[in-house]
């Protein structure tokens, strides 16, 4: 992953674009505000943790998924682990406020990783995870308690604000 890392690349962790600061060998350097260690869980990791990372797609690069900027919006908390062979569901609950932005069949991201929601019920929805997602992230080793970094679609968050925004402008004063 090193190769053609320079100064101002941007890498996600956890699904949290980073800007490289430094590059020493086989050392690469970020440096993260406040803000980013008040709404991810980058700020929680210790020493030996393994991390969700990827490196930003380039224009012609094949996007195997769905569109993630790295911009976090909340924590989630895992809240059920269900495993069973060759399929594993996980639970999460996020903030109410967010909730309107989560819809069954849309996506979400989930440390970095788009995955297409399950089923949403009050403040809690799921993921239906296949062998490969586990074998390739660190959603493998999630148990309940965990807190993750969701990014929320930004074009469902703009189309729910922009309804919202018109029917307010409708009502009756």
Same mark, same amino acid.
């Given at each position: 992953?090193? &190769?053609? $890392?320079?100064?101002?690349?941007?890498?996600? !962790?956890?699904? *949290?674009?980073? /800007? %490289?600061?430094? @590059?020493?060998?086989?050392?690469?350097?970020?440096?993260?505000?406040?803000?980013?260690?008040?709404?991810?869980?980058?700020?929680?990791?210790?020493?030996?943790?393994?991390?969700?990372?990827?490196?930003?797609?380039?224009?012609? &690069?094949? $996007?195997?998924?769905?569109?993630?900027?790295? !911009?976090?919006? *909340?924590?989630? /908390? %895992?809240?059920? @682990?269900?495993?069973?062979?060759?399929?594993?569901?996980?639970?999460?609950?996020?903030?109410?406020?967010?909730?309107?932005?989560?819809?069954?069949?849309?996506?979400?991201?989930?440390?970095?990783?788009?995955?297409?929601?399950?089923?949403?019920?009050?403040?809690?929805?799921?993921?239906?995870?296949?062998?490969?997602?586990?074998?390739?992230?660190?959603?493998?080793?999630?148990?309940?308690?965990?807190?993750?970094?969701?990014?929320?679609?930004?074009?469902?968050?703009?189309?729910?604000?922009?309804?919202?925004?018109?029917?307010?402008?409708?009502?009756?004063?």
């Amino acid at each position: 992953m090193l &190769d053609g $890392i320079e100064l101002g690349a941007s890498i996600a !962790h956890n699904g *949290c674009c980073l /800007t %490289v600061t430094q @590059v020493d060998g086989d050392r690469v350097s970020f440096d993260l505000m406040q803000e980013t260690l008040q709404v991810t869980n980058l700020g929680e990791l210790k020493l030996g943790d393994k991390v969700n990372v990827e490196r930003a797609a380039r224009f012609g &690069d094949e $996007i195997g998924g769905h569109s993630m900027s790295g !911009h976090i919006m *909340c924590l989630a /908390t %895992v809240a059920d @682990v269900i495993r069973s062979p060759n399929n594993c569901t996980v639970w999460f609950e996020m903030p109410s406020a967010l909730m309107k932005y989560v819809f069954t069949k849309g996506y979400i991201g989930i440390d970095g990783c788009s995955l297409t929601i399950g089923q949403v019920e009050g403040n809690r929805f799921c993921v239906h995870l296949i062998p490969e997602t586990l074998e390739r992230t660190i959603i493998q080793w999630r148990q309940v308690g965990d807190r993750i970094n969701i990014e929320i679609d930004p074009q469902t968050q703009a189309i729910v604000d922009t309804v919202e925004r018109v029917l307010a402008e409708r009502r009756p004063a």
